[in-house]
């Protein structure tokens, strides 16, 4: 190990044995651009990790955060503590959710809230009198984070194995078939299942668009089993999809739960939180003598962090940002599509909601499995910073890009598929 000052940040999920040769320091950002401590600017395709919705260097959110750190920088909502700005975010959330009449649960990110949900919906099935309602379901390729919960339900099978046993009672399903989910409830028995969670995207385990009609029945199949409909929205929440929860694209389909993240404060500072239906949060609310629902992390309701989400969700909508993830999608998607059809390209999948990605063939794939990341590092010489996963590399650029930013994408990805084959 060299003795370098860069040598003590472990970065997630990296080799970190090779990530010296490469580390990319960045140093400052405006809207859709960013500058590495070289001073070299890059446009940021990827929203850093899908969540810079409203672009970067927002003065107005620092300005937000700054005013609520003069007055509360911080305290905790656990017991009867709450603030002001977490009271106003949770009601934001509430009435902007397709969800009616429903309560927020604050987090600190999107691992936390799936943890969350989770152990909501065994706690639900217990108070109901179903202790053995404690069965989830998840699908294949679906990214629900590091957390424990998360982890048992990944779709993406190296991020669940060599690390013991998991939470039990979790299985995978197909992701694209509705009748996957009906055979494994049918397998499992619907009386023991309580849960099955959705991304209406995939997003990083390689960027999936559900089928049609796949949303649609998979809610069904929820509603006559009495399985407990998740939708994870953690990426496609806040614009991505061009609604607030990504959902309404599929309109009809009520979940129990949702989960949000990311674009909530377009990470200018950590949140995330569940939002939970009336019915689930029924026997937990509605009795004085309700049982506390046992869990929540240390800085759920932070008040500088929901003085950020607060301002951030102001900018989607004076700026009519929201719907953008949905009316930039074909140009998106055709800027990105221009690398199908090329040699070292299997696939090219998005469509739905301002993200894409480009799958490596599976030649070029056998002969380096390093390919995604060789194939980020030629977009990155090429000013574009583009996010390897899986097989190949995903783009979900801020939801202010424009048209000369898109094909800037589209020129970056045609150039290095071609220089990676
Ligand atoms: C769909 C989905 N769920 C959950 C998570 C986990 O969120 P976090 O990394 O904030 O814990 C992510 C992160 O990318 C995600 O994409």
Known sequence: MSDSPDKYLWHPFAQMGKVSDHQLV??????????????????????????????HGRESIRDAVSAQ??????????????????LELAERLSRLSPIPDARVFLTSGGG?????????ARRYWHEQGHDERHHLIARVHGYHGTHGFGTSLAGIPPNRTEVGRLVEDVSVVG????????????????????????????????????????VEEVAAICRET?????????????????????????????PD????????????????GVVISDQIAAPFWDEPDAPPFRHGATYAGHPSCCAAALENIRILEDENLLPRGRELEGELFSQVDRAAGLEAAAEVRGGTGLLAAVEISAEVMEADPGAPVRLAMLARERGVLVRPLGRGVAVSPPLTVGTDHLEMIGDALVESVRQLA
Do not use: Q
């Open 26 to 55: 960045l140093t400052r950002g405006d809207d859709v651009w960013v500058w590495d401590d070289d001073g070299n600017r890059y446009l940021d395709a990827t929203a850093s990790l899908w969540y810079a919705n409203v672009g």
């Open 257 to 272: 739960m949702i989960t949000f993240a990311k674009g909530v404060t377009s990470g200018y500072l950590p949140l995330g």
């Open 226 to 254: 009495g399985v407990l409909l998740v939708v994870d929205s953690v990426i496609c929440a806040f614009g991505r999809l061009g609604t607030w929860y990504g959902i309404e694209r599929w309109p009809g389909v009520v």
């Open 175 to 214: 992701h694209d078939d509705a009748r996957d989910l009906s055979r494994e409830i049918e397998r499992v028995g619907a009386e023991r299942v309580a849960a099955f969670f959705l991304e209406p995207v995939i997003g990083a385990g390689g960027v999936y668009p559900p089928p049609d009609g796949y």
């Open 69 to 86: 750190m003069d007055e509360l920088e911080a305290y905790s909502t656990f017991g009867d503590f709450a603030n002001p700005p977490a």
């Open 112 to 120: 936390d809230s799936i943890d969350t949900a989770a152990k909501l």
